[in-house]
């Protein structure tokens, strides 16, 4: 077990090379010059020049890159254009805010796909069943910015059930701790403020739920149709044991492996579809940050927030297959 | 028993003709959503083809004084906040989204494939660092580094569909990789080789024929998420530019106007989900008929 992560971790240390190579170049290619953007249109050609000296935008390619990489280790993303703030401290909030609602969307894929995965299997065939298989289609079939539209048309501008966007009531804002919003209004004992939070979290939530449930509901029958169909099932039956025992103590548990792959991958995609969930509800994640610094131009933040993005996408991925060797010991790893 | 002596070249005759390609079509046609899907791929190609001579209007006819005006039996699906017609851009608006979408997987299926080939058959050195640079590309959300090439290319439908292409290489090189590393240790792989014919014919005339049904299938699947890609970039400004009726262009339009004018947003949604329903229906009952194995 130990042996494999080691290998795997080693095995990731060209890959995250590779993607500081990309990231660098992107910014490079990207059209404009940096020192331009920074000084504004009516800049000088001296000062422009000037500038382009001190960040050592006139060094050779690769003196450019292994200043960059330096930076990166030890611990210097680079200041944004826009702020004049060090990266590094500024991205937290944004990081904490994606993760928050990427949890929660991950919780209502993994209890809303699961089961409707298992009660379409238990009862296969049945009008559930397709149901619930034709609500999947159309849920991965769904471009998810226009689920998040029609949200808002529907909750929250016609019914006016739930906030339309945002993480937060603007009136009374949370006092971030650890930026987890949940977790702070609990820490400290404003309930009625988490209320709000669960509020605001509903709609970006279920928006960005939408394909993992669908996928999860989906990879779930198939497996347990496949579990259901065994003798160790029928013997359990056979026992007289009930319907529902059977399935959720003895089937799921050999069910859920392949689920448990999907899961871990669409964790990792996730934080593709934050990028579009983020924008529609103005939610201030990692994406929104990302997205906003794409329109400023604010170059630094770009190519760290890429970079930021790519390493987490990355970690889950390894966390997810490392995860199985606890789970699966069939699994072997050479 | 000279009837039975009559018959027997023409079973023998009629089992020659039903090869692979007719046996998945038969199964193909069994599968009602798979038939389903088909259709409705079928029905918006046509639409991308006769839509634009079908439309009542252009693609940009604007009239402020029917402006934000409902649904009705003149505007079937209402005008927008230019007092266009929606019905007459989303119409328009097919060709768009299914050009993108299919010239997209096209492009990424054959520069995939190129490479996937190339890193299997030759392995060593060559599929490292293929390998590599795929594990690599595909270390990246794929939405992210769409946006990625788009900032560096500039913002258009043709380099939203450029960079479409190239984040799906990977996925289409890596499939045919695996399926060549199969197909390379195959008797009649090591046969050709024994008689002397070189590695470029073996690769045109064994290789890539037996790589072809998991590139279609693949290939069915991705148009799906190619439209939807097309229509995110387009929705976040990265991708086709106004007048462009391109369905997430409008959508990111309509977006201002949705207290007012909800019409215009629901039905470019509704035709991008239409169609990628249709696609991932048709990619399913392919990937049953074709390939059997690749079944989950």
């Given at each position: 077990?130990?042996?494999?992560?080691?290998?795997?971790?080693?095995?990731l240390?060209p890959?995250?090379?590779?993607?500081?190579?990309?990231?660098?170049?992107?910014?490079?290619a990207?059209?404009?010059?940096?020192?331009?953007v920074?000084?504004g249109?009516?800049a000088?050609?001296?000062?422009?020049?000037?500038?382009?000296d001190?960040?050592?935008?006139?060094?050779?390619w690769?003196v450019?890159y292994?200043d960059?990489?330096k930076?990166?280790?030890?611990?210097?993303?680079?200041?944004?254009?826009r702020?004049s703030?060090?990266?590094?401290?500024?991205v937290?909030?944004?990081?904490?805010?994606?993760?928050e609602l990427?949890f929660f969307a991950?919780?209502?894929?993994v209890?809303?796909?699961?089961n409707?995965g298992?009660?379409?299997?238990?009862f296969?065939n049945?009008?559930?069943?397709?149901?619930a298989?034709?609500?999947?289609?159309?849920?991965?079939?769904?471009p998810?910015?226009?689920?998040?539209l029609m949200?808002?048309?529907?909750?929250?501008i016609s019914?006016?059930?739930l906030p339309?966007?945002?993480?937060q009531?603007v009136?009374?804002?949370?006092?971030?701790?650890t930026?987890?919003?949940l977790?702070d209004t609990?820490?400290q004992?404003?309930?009625?403020?988490?209320?709000?939070?669960?509020k605001?979290?509903i709609?970006?939530?279920?928006?960005?739920?939408?394909?993992?449930?669908?996928?999860?509901a989906?990879m779930?029958?198939?497996?347990?149709?496949?579990v259901?169909?065994s003798d160790?099932?029928r013997?359990?039956?056979?026992k007289?044991?009930?319907?529902?025992?059977?399935?959720?103590?003895?089937?799921?548990k050999n069910?859920?492996?392949p689920?448990?792959?999907?899961?871990?991958?669409?964790t990792?995609?996730?934080l593709g579809?934050?990028?579009?969930?983020?924008?529609?509800?103005?939610w201030?994640?990692v994406?929104?940050?990302l997205?906003?610094?794409?329109?400023?131009r604010?170059y630094?933040?770009i190519?760290?927030?890429?970079?930021i993005?790519?390493f987490?996408?990355v970690m889950i991925n390894?966390?997810?297959d490392?995860?199985?060797?606890?789970?699966d010991?069939?699994?072997?790893?050479n | 028993?000279?009837?039975?002596?009559?018959?027997?070249?023409?079973?023998?005759?009629?089992?020659?003709?039903?090869?692979?390609?007719?046996?998945?079509w038969?199964s193909?046609?069994k599968?009602?959503?798979?038939?389903?899907?088909?259709?409705?791929?079928i029905?918006?190609?046509?639409?991308?083809?006769?839509?634009?001579?079908l439309?009542?209007?252009g693609?940009?006819?604007q009239?402020l004084a029917?402006r934000?005006l409902?649904?009705s039996?003149?505007?079937w699906?209402?005008?927008?906040?230019?007092?266009?017609?929606v019905?007459?851009r989303i119409l328009h608006g097919?060709?768009l989204?299914?050009?993108v979408g299919?010239?997209?997987?096209?492009?990424?299926a054959?520069?995939?494939?190129?490479?996937?080939?190339?890193a299997?058959?030759?392995?060593?050195w060559?599929?490292t660092?293929?390998?590599?640079?795929?594990?690599?590309?595909l270390?990246?959300?794929?939405?992210?580094?769409?946006?990625?090439v788009?900032?560096?290319?500039?913002?258009?439908?043709?380099?939203a569909?450029i960079a479409?292409?190239?984040?799906n290489?990977p996925?289409f090189g890596?499939?045919?990789?695996?399926?060549?590393l199969?197909?390379?240790?195959e008797?009649y792989?090591?046969?050709?080789k024994a008689?002397?014919?070189?590695n470029?014919?073996?690769?045109?005339r064994h290789?890539?024929?037996n790589?072809m049904t998991?590139?279609?299938?693949?290939?069915?699947?991705a148009?799906?998420?190619a439209?939807i890609?097309?229509?995110?970039?387009?929705f976040?400004?990265?991708g086709a530019e106004?007048p462009?009726?391109?369905?997430g262009k409008?959508l990111?339009d309509?977006?201002?106007?949705?207290?007012?004018?909800?019409?215009?947003?629901?039905?470019?949604?509704?035709?991008?989900?239409?169609t990628?329903?249709?696609?991932?229906?048709?990619g399913?009952?392919?990937?049953?008929?074709l390939?059997p194995?690749m079944?989950n």
């Amino acid at each position: 077990m130990l042996h494999y992560i080691g290998k795997r971790l080693l095995h990731l240390i060209p890959v995250l090379f590779g993607m500081t190579i990309i990231v660098f170049l992107i910014i490079r290619a990207i059209p404009g010059d940096p020192a331009q953007v920074i000084l504004g249109q009516q800049a000088t050609a001296e000062s422009i020049a000037a500038l382009r000296d001190a960040l050592g935008l006139n060094n050779p390619w690769y003196v450019q890159y292994f200043d960059y990489l330096k930076n990166i280790f030890t611990g210097d993303l680079g200041d944004s254009l826009r702020t004049s703030r060090p990266i590094s401290s500024e991205v937290w909030p944004y990081l904490a805010a994606t993760f928050e609602l990427a949890f929660f969307a991950m919780l209502i894929a993994v209890i809303v796909g699961m089961n409707a995965g298992i009660i379409s299997a238990w009862f296969q065939n049945s009008w559930f069943d397709y149901t619930a298989m034709i609500i999947a289609l159309v849920g991965v079939s769904m471009p998810i910015f226009w689920l998040g539209l029609m949200e808002q048309w529907i909750f929250s501008i016609s019914l006016d059930w739930l906030p339309t966007s945002g993480r937060q009531e603007v009136r009374d804002p949370v006092t971030a701790v650890t930026h987890f919003y949940l977790i702070d209004t609990l820490i400290q004992g404003r309930f009625d403020q988490f209320i709000v939070v669960v509020k605001h979290l509903i709609l970006p939530g279920v928006a960005l739920a939408t394909i993992p449930t669908a996928i999860i509901a989906r990879m779930t029958r198939a497996s347990m149709l496949e579990v259901i169909r065994s003798d160790y099932i029928r013997t359990a039956r056979a026992k007289g044991q009930r319907m529902f025992v059977v399935i959720y103590k003895h089937a799921l548990k050999n069910a859920l492996i392949p689920v448990l792959t999907v899961i871990g991958l669409q964790t990792g995609l996730l934080l593709g579809g934050a990028i579009l969930t983020e924008t529609i509800f103005s939610w201030p994640g990692v994406g929104r940050y990302l997205y906003e610094a794409i329109g400023y131009r604010d170059y630094p933040v770009i190519q760290s927030g890429i970079l930021i993005i790519a390493f987490l996408f990355v970690m889950i991925n390894l966390l997810v297959d490392v995860l199985y060797t606890a789970i699966d010991s069939r699994i072997k790893y050479n | 028993m000279a009837e039975l002596i009559r018959n027997l070249p023409q079973t023998a005759e009629q089992e020659k003709v039903a090869g692979p390609w007719k046996e998945a079509w038969r199964s193909f046609r069994k599968s009602k959503s798979a038939v389903a899907g088909a259709g409705i791929v079928i029905f918006f190609i046509l639409v991308a083809i006769i839509g634009p001579m079908l439309a009542p209007q252009g693609i940009n006819e604007q009239n402020l004084a029917i402006r934000l005006l409902p649904p009705s039996s003149e505007y079937w699906f209402g005008t927008d906040d230019l007092g266009r017609d929606v019905l007459s851009r989303i119409l328009h608006g097919a060709r768009l989204s299914l050009t993108v979408g299919i010239s997209a997987v096209i492009l990424s299926a054959f520069f995939g494939s190129l490479l996937g080939i190339i890193a299997g058959y030759y392995g060593r050195w060559i599929d490292t660092i293929i390998s590599r640079v795929f594990d690599i590309m595909l270390a990246f959300p794929s939405i992210l580094l769409a946006i990625a090439v788009v900032s560096i290319l500039g913002p258009s439908l043709r380099n939203a569909l450029i960079a479409i292409a190239i984040i799906n290489i990977p996925n289409f090189g890596r499939l045919i990789r695996s399926r060549v590393l199969a197909i390379k240790e195959e008797e009649y792989i090591h046969a050709a080789k024994a008689i002397g014919m070189k590695n470029s014919r073996i690769l045109w005339r064994h290789i890539l024929p037996n790589s072809m049904t998991p590139i279609i299938v693949q290939g069915t699947l991705a148009i799906a998420t190619a439209i939807i890609e097309a229509a995110a970039l387009g929705f976040l400004g990265l991708g086709a530019e106004a007048p462009q009726p391109e369905w997430g262009k409008m959508l990111a339009d309509a977006r201002m106007f949705l207290l007012n004018a909800p019409w215009a947003m629901i039905f470019p949604g509704v035709a991008i989900m239409l169609t990628v329903i249709g696609f991932n229906l048709m990619g399913d009952g392919l990937r049953d008929a074709l390939d059997p194995k690749m079944k989950n």
